[in-house]
């Protein structure tokens, strides 16, 4: 799965817990103890593998916002509006709405 640097280096960093990403096709073959390869973008000049150790759904990303501490998101300080405005720069409501949305708990393998 492709990932921005500012998303990446927290989970290198082992700040950043949790994935989120849309419950669609391809997530939902993700099961616990996968191992995911996460590629660094738009370089793709790095690769970090992780563990999958737990899965949450939630039908919208305010739902998810509401319940997992943005720490664990690697976004600690970030406001809720902050959160959603840059969801919605990578996601558009309607694939939310079509597809729900999933947090990825992860472990760096």
Not at 28 to 54: A, W, Y
């Amino acid at each position: 799965m492709g990932l921005y640097g500012d998303y990446f280096e927290p989970i290198k960093e082992g700040k950043k817990k949790i994935e989120v990403r849309l419950n669609d096709e391809k997530r939902r073959e993700i099961k616990v103890g996968d191992t995911i390869k996460f590629i660094k973008v738009p370089e793709q000049n790095e690769v970090l593998k992780v563990e999958v150790s737990k899965l949450h759904k939630y039908p919208t990303f305010q739902a998810m916002y509401d319940e997992i501490p943005f720490v664990d998101l690697g976004c600690e300080g970030w406001t809720i509006e902050e959160m959603m405005e840059g969801t919605y720069e990578i996601y558009s409501k309607e694939q939310e709405r079509k597809w729900g949305t999933l947090a990825i708990e992860i472990t760096v393998a």
